[in-house]
C-alpha cells in the first residue's frame, strides 16, 4: 500500500485516495475548435509509461483536493507531490 | 500413553500443567508449552500424514514454520481449520487432529499405490497424465484429484470467531527475536525509537533458546529473558510473539498476523482470534534468521528423517528425543551440536560428516564426548517404510563422486544437516535484489531497496559475536537517525565455540544400481529424477523448471527445497547457481488464514449499511427492503400476504388514482455556492443553466468526456448564487468527485463551492391527481396552487413548524412533488403527511412502484443510463445546447454518435398483452434466424403497466427511431423464451406530458 504526501494533508495511506490518471492531460479550452485527432488524444489515448509519471489522486476520504503525483510506475517510487494549482516542472 | 520419548528435567514446557490431545482419534498426553509436533514424538509418533503425490508416509522434517510434511486438520472448539502445521500449533487442552491426504486411513493408503505406479507420475504429471480423452477429466480425473491429491478440507461453516485489523506506525520494526533482532531493538529502545519486535513463535530468543553461548556472562536463553524482559518495561516498545510479520509491500508497509487464541481451547470473550496487523515503519530490521537446508539421499522422505537444528529443538526446548539411536548426517559443524546435546543426555549417537578432515572446538568436544565420528561417510538410503529402521552408508570419494562399500547401521532417525539457508523472503519482497554468496551457498541480501537492512543470520553471517555487534550498531545507528538520540547501551562480552568451514556438498549420488527416490521437494513431492526429466524435456527458467515439476510450489512455498533445487539445476545446466537465479519470492512468507485477511469485513460489516431517517417507520410498516447502493430502501409495503408483484401494483395504481409517497431521502445532493455556480452548472449539463430564475428547477443530464451520459437529476436555484443539485443514488459520490475534478483542475478560475449534503435532507415524494389538496393542507398558509408553484416551482414552507423545502417535480409523471426537511425532521415529516394524506387515500410506495411508474411514462434512469448510451439514445437529445460548449460535447459529433440507424429507447409490448418480458432479453427480427442470430437491442427494464394493465418493457434498439409500429421478437435463452412483440413509443402513459404540469 502507497503512503501519499497530500500536499494539504501530509503522508497518508494509499486507500484515502483514489486515482484519477494522467496528471499531464489538459483538457482543450471550451468553445474552440478541435481537430478530431486532438480529441480524441485527450479522451482516449494515454501513454503507458515505464518510469516516472505525473499522475492524478483525489484525496477523497480526506480534504477530498485532487493532488498531482509524481511516481515511478514499476516501482511506485514517489518523487513529489503538488496541489491542483501547482504547475508540474 | 505414557510420554516414552520425554526427558526428565530438560525443556522450557510446564510439567505441572500435563495436557490431554486427540490425534487420529486416539488420546495422547503432553504439556503446556509442546507443540502438537513435540508432544506426538514425545509420544513417539512420527507417522502423521501422506504425501502428495505418492501418498508415502511423511513424518515430522523441521520445528517450525519451514515444515514441509506435518500438515494436519485441526477441530478446535466445535470448528476445523486445514493445513495446520503441526510443528506450529500449540497444545492446549482437548486439541484435536487428523492427517490430511490419506484415505481411508494414515496407516492403510490407498493412494500409495501411486508410489507404486511413479512411473506414470514424473514431473509435469497433471499435464501429461490427466490430457486426454476430454470427456474423462470430469468423470474420472477431477474427481480422482480431488479425493486422492487434496490437502485439507476447509470448514463451510460460517466462522464464529471474530478477526480484527489494526494499523500501526513506528520508527524500527524488527522481525525475528533472535539475537539479531533482540540485540537492535534492545539498542533502538534504549536510544528514544519507537520499536516494534515480532517474533513468530510462542517463545522469544530464536537460536539463542537451543544454542550453547554465553553472552555477558549468562546463557543465551537467560540473556534473552532479560532482554525481552527489560524491553516489555519500555513505553516506546511493543514486543509480540505468535506474530508473523509475512508481507514487506510498497513504501515500508509490512502486514504482520498475530496469533492470539490459537493457542487456547477456546478464545477469550471479547477476545480476537488473529489480529492483522499493518505497518508502516519508518525503517525495518530483518533478522529472521536462517532455515537448515537437508542434504538429498535415497528416501530421504521417510519419517524419522529430519533437519538436525529440529532434533536440537524437540530436545532443548521440549526435552523430546526424536530418537533413541540417532544418527547424524552433517557436512558441517552445526550436526555436533545435536549429537552433543544427544550425548549428555544418556543418548549414543552416531556421526556421518562428509568432510574428510576437518578440524574445530566443536569437533574436538565430540570427539572428547567419545562419540563415534565417521568422515568421508554419506548416508546413501534411509531404511524403513513407515519409519527409518537403519541406514545404507558408504564412504565417498573425495570428489563427492564415488560411494564405496555400502555397509548398513541401525538407527531410528537420522538427523541431516547440509548448512543452513538465509531467510531473505522479506528482503527479497521489499524489491532487493539478492546476490550469491558463494561462502555459504546461498542467496543473501544485495542492496537495500526500501528501508530495510538484513541482519545476522538472514544476512548470512553466522558468528553471534559479529552478529551481536553489527546488531546493536545498526539498532543504534537507525534510531539515532530518526530519534537524534545518541544513547549507547554497552555490549556484552560473547563466548562461543568457533567453527570450521562446511562442505559444499549437497546430494548423495545414487548407488550402482539402485533408483532411490531422493527427493528435493518434500510436500509436493518432487524428487531428483522429476528435475532433470523438466530439464532434458528442455525447461530452462527456474521459473518454468518450478512450475511443471511443482518444485517449491507447495504451502511450504519450498522453504528447505529452493536451494537443492537450484544446485541441482545448475550442475545439469552446468551454470553457476547465481545464473539459474531463484524464483521470485512473494508474500506470505507462510500461509495466512482468510479470516485474517478479510478481518471484520463479514456479513454486515462487508460494507456500511445506510438507513434513512424514516427506517423505523417502514420497518413498523411492513416494508421489504432492497440495497441501493449502500443504502436499504422499501421496495414495497407488503399488505397481508400479497408479493412483490401484487404489492408493487397496489402501489403504482394508488399513484395513479390518489396519492403516494415515498422516501426519496437517498437521491445524491450537493450544495453549490458562489458567483460563478451558474457557470458551472452551465458548463457540466448538456442544457442551458444561466437564465434559470431563483425559485425554479431544472432538469439535467451530464456527459462524460467521451460523450456518454453520465447522470441526470433536477437543480434548483434556492437564492442569487445556491443551487441545489441531486443526482441519482448509485451516481451520488462520482458525480460530486467530477464536479470536483473539473473546480480544481479544470477551471479553477471559477468561483464556486460544493458539497454533499445527502445526509443533511430527508427526501419524501408526493405523486398523484390528489398531490396538491394534500400538499395545501399540509403547508396551509402556503399558495401551492398552479399559479403558486408550477411545474419546476420551487418554494420554502413551514411544515407544522418545520422548515420545509417544496420542489415540484416529478419522477412517477403524475403531478408531484418533493418535500426536504432536515434530517432530524425525517420521521416527523413522513408521519404528517401520512397522518393528514389518510383523507386522499394515501399509500406509501416503495422502489418497485417507483420504477413501474417511471417506466410506463419512459422515464429513462440507470438501466438506461447505464454507461454506454448517449443522450440521442434515450431520447434526451432535446436537452442538448447547440449555443455553448459542455462536457462531451465534442464527443458527441463521434461517426458512431451520429449515425442514422443508431440505437434509441423505445417501448416495448407483447403481442398477446400477456407475457412478461424478461429484462436483458434480446430484440431480434426473427426468431428462427439461424445462429449467431443478430441482435437488434435488448430490453432495459420491463413492468406491468398499471394503466394499461399489460406487461410493458423498455428497450435500447438499433434504428429505434424508425422501428414504432414494428413487430419483432424477444429472445431469452437464460429463460427459454421467445415473445411477439410489438416496438411502441417510450411514452406509453401521458405521452404529451399534461399530467405533470396539471
Ligand atoms: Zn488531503
Known sequence: MLHIKCPHCGMRSQNEFSYGGDATIKRPELGKEISDQDWDNFVYNRKSLKGKHWELWQHISGCRQWIKVERDTATHEIFNTLKATEDIS | ?998
Open chain 2, 1 to 998: 500413553m505414557t510420554q516414552s520419548f520425554r526427558l526428565e528435567n530438560v525443556g522450557l514446557i510446564n510439567r505441572k500443567n500435563k495436557i490431554s490431545f486427540k490425534f487420529n482419534g486416539k488420546t495422547y498426553y503432553g504439556f503446556e508449552g509442546d507443540t502438537l509436533a513435540s508432544a506426538l514424538l514425545a509420544n513417539g509418533v512420527h507417522l502423521i500424514g501422506r504425501s502428495f503425490k505418492y501418498h508415502r508416509p511423511r513424518g515430522f522434517f523441521g520445528a517450525g514454520v519451514d515444515e514441509p510434511y506435518a500438515i494436519v486438520q485441526l477441530y478446535r472448539n466445535g470448528e476445523t481449520e486445514p493445513n495446520v502445521k503441526a510443528t506450529e500449533q500449540e497444545l492446549f487442552e482437548g486439541l484435536e487432529a487428523t492427517s490430511v491426504n490419506c484415505w481411508p486411513s494414515v496407516n492403510f493408503d490407498i493412494g500409495a499405490i501411486n508410489n507404486f505406479l511413479k512411473i506414470f507420475l514424473p514431473a509435469g504429471f497433471y499435464y501429461k497424465t490427466f490430457m486426454w480423452p476430454k470427456s474423462f477429466w470430469y468423470k474420472v480425473y477431477e474427481p480422482f484429484i480431488r479425493k486422492a491429491a487434496g490437502l485439507g478440507v476447509a470448514s463451510i461453516k460460517h466462522d464464529k470467531e471474530r478477526y480484527e485489523h489494526k494499523y500501526e506506525y513506528c520508527d524500527l520494526l524488527i522481525a525475528g527475536s533472535g539475537p539479531s533482532g533482540l540485540a537492535s531493538a534492545y539498542a533502538a529502545a534504549k536510544n528514544g525509537a519507537r520499536v516494534i519486535l515480532a517474533e513468530d513463535k510462542a517463545r522469544f530468543g530464536g537460536t539463542l533458546l537451543t544454542s550453547e553461548v554465553n553472552i555477558g556472562n549468562k546463557s543465551g536463553k537467560e540473556w534473552a529473558d532479560g532482554v525481552i524482559s527489560e524491553l516489555k518495561e519500555m513505553p516506546n516498545v511493543t514486543v509480540k510473539n505468535r506474530s508473523q510479520v509475512f508481507g514487506y509491500y510498497d513504501h515500508n508497509m509490512l502486514v504482520m498476523s498475530e496469533r492470539i487464541s490459537d493457542h487456547l481451547s477456546k478464545t477469550k470473550k471479547f477476545h480476537p482470534k488473529q489480529r492483522l496487523w499493518y505497518i508502516r515503519a519508518k525503517e525495518v530490521l530483518i533478522s529472521s534468521g536462517s532455515i537448515e537446508r537437508p542434504i538429498v539421499f535415497g528416501n530421504n522422505d521417510t519419517p524419522g528423517v529430519m533437519l538436525s537444528s529440529a532434533a536440537k529443538e524437540y530436545l532443548k526446548v521440549y526435552g523430546v528425543l526424536v530418537g533413541k539411536n540417532p544418527l547424524i548426517f552433517t557436512n558441517n559443524d552445526s550436526g555436533y551440536e545435536t549429537a552433543i546435546e544427544f550425548k549428555k543426555n544418556g543418548i549414543n549417537p552416531a556421526i556421518l560428516d562428509s568432510r574428510k578432515d576437518p578440524h574445530s572446538e566443536i569437533i574436538e568436544e565430540a570427539k572428547n564426548l567419545k562419540i563415534d565420528i565417521k568422515f568421508s561417510y554419506v548416508v546413501v538410503a534411509a531404511k524403513g517404510y513407515k519409519k527409518v529402521k537403519s541406514a545404507d552408508i558408504a564412504k565417498i570419494s573425495d570428489n563427492k563422486e564415488q560411494l564405496g562399500k555400502i555397509e548398513n547401521i541401525k538407527c531410528d532417525c537420522i538427523c541431516v544437516s547440509g548448512f543452513w539457508t538465509p531467510t531473505i523472503h522479506l528482503a527479497s519482497q521489499s524489491g532487493n535484489k539478492t546476490k550469491f554468496n558463494e561462502d555459504i551457498d546461498a542467496f543473501v541480501p544485495g542492496t537495500s531497496k526500501q528501508k530495510e537492512k538484513t541482519l545476522g543470520a538472514a544476512n548470512g553471517v553466522y558468528n553471534l559475536d559479529e552478529t551481536l555487534k553489527s546488531s546493536f550498531e545498526a539498532g543504534h545507528e537507525l534510531s539515532k537517525k530518526i530519534t537524534n538520540n545518541d544513547n549507547k547501551v554497552s555490549f556484552p562480552n560473547v563466548v562461543e565455540k568457533k567453527s570450521t568451514s562446511h562442505d559444499k556438498f549437497w546430494c548423495v549420488p545414487l548407488p550402482d544400481g539402485k533408483n532411490y527416490k531422493r527427493f528435493l521437494d518434500f510436500q509436493n513431492d518432487v524428487a531428483v529424477s522429476d528435475v532433470e526429466i523438466a530439464l532434458k524435456e528442455g525447461y530452462r527458467s527456474i521459473e518454468h523448471v518450478k512450475r511443471y515439476t511443482t518444485l517449491g510450489m507447495a504451502t511450504d512455498q519450498g522453504k528447505t527445497s529452493n536451494l537443492n533445487g537450484l544446485q541441482l539445476v545448475s550442475k545439469i545446466e552446468n551454470k553457476v547457481v547465481p545464473n539459474v537465479g531463484h524464483t521470485t519470492f512473494r508474500p506470505p512468507y507462510t500461509p495466512v488464514s482468510i479470516g485474517a485477511i478479510v478481518g471484520r469485513e463479514v456479513g454486515k460489516h462487508s460494507k456500511p449499511t445506510r438507513k434513512s431517517p424514516m427506517h423505523l417507520w417502514h420497518k413498523k410498516n411492513n416494508a421489504v427492503f432492497i440495497d441501493a447502493g449502500v443504502w436499504l430502501r422499501p421496495r414495497y409495503y407488503k399488505q397481508g400476504d400479497e408479493n412483490l408483484f401484487e404489492g408493487s401494483k397496489r402501489e403504482a395504481k394508488n399513484v395513479r388514482t390518489n396519492v403516494g409517497v415515498c422516501d426519496v431521502t437517498t437521491l445524491g445532493k450537493i450544495d453549490i455556492k458562489g458567483p460563478d455556480a451558474a457557470e458551472l452548472l452551465n458548463r457540466v449539463y448538456t442544457n442551458a443553466w444561466l437564465k434559470l430564475p431563483v425559485g425554479k428547477a431544472r432538469y439535467g443530464v451530464m456527459l462524460r468526456e467521451d460523450g456518454i451520459v453520465m447522470d441526470d437529476g433536477t437543480t434548483t436555484r434556492i437564492s442569487e448564487n445556491h443551487y441545489h443539485m441531486t443526482t441519482t443514488t448509485a451516481q451520488a459520490a462520482n458525480v460530486l468527485s467530477h464536479l470536483e475534478y473539473y473546480l480544481q483542475l479544470v477551471w479553477p478560475e471559477l468561483n464556486v463551492n460544493v458539497v454533499s449534503t445527502t445526509e443533511q435532507w430527508a427526501g419524501a415524494a408526493i405523486a398523484g391527481p390528489k398531490s396538491r389538496e394534500l400538499l395545501q393542507k399540509l403547508f396551509p398558509n402556503f399558495d401551492v396552487s398552479n399559479e403558486g408553484l408550477p411545474f419546476m416551482g420551487y418554494i420554502e414552507g413551514d411544515l407544522f413548524g418545520v422548515k420545509a423545502r417544496i420542489f415540484r417535480i416529478s419522477f412517477s409523471g403524475e403531478l408531484a412533488y418533493e418535500v426536504n426537511v432536515e434530517s432530524d425532521n425525517g420521521n416527523f415529516m413522513w408521519e404528517k403527511i401520512i397522518e393528514v394524506g389518510q383523507e386522499f387515500k394515501i399509500q406509501p410506495y416503495g422502489t418497485e412502484a417507483l420504477s413501474v411508474l417511471r417506466i410506463e411514462m419512459g422515464h429513462v434512469a440507470g438501466s438506461e443510463l447505464d454507461g454506454r448510451t448517449i443522450p440521442y439514445d434515450n431520447s434526451l437529445e432535446g436537452l442538448l445546447s447547440k449555443k455553448k460548449d459542455f462536457i462531451g460535447k465534442r464527443s458527441l459529433t463521434r461517426k458512431a454518435f451520429t449515425a442514422e440507424d443508431r440505437q434509441k429507447v423505445v417501448g416495448v409490448v407483447p403481442l398477446d398483452k400477456k407475457t412478461s418480458i424478461p429484462e436483458g432479453s434480446h430484440l431480434v427480427k426473427d426468431s428462427n434466424a439461424p445462429l449467431p442470430n443478430p441482435k437488434l437491442g435488448y430490453i432495459s427494464a420491463s413492468c406491468w403497466s398499471v394503466e394499461h394493465d399489460n406487461p410493458f418493457s423498455l428497450a435500447i434498439l438499433k434504428d429505434g427511431k424508425n422501428m414504432i409500429g414494428k413487430k419483432l421478437f424477444v429472445m431469452s435463452p437464460l429463460k427459454n423464451k421467445i415473445i411477439p412483440v410489438e416496438i411502441v413509443s417510450s411514452h406509453y402513459v401521458d405521452p404529451k406530458g399534461e399530467r405533470v404540469r396539471s
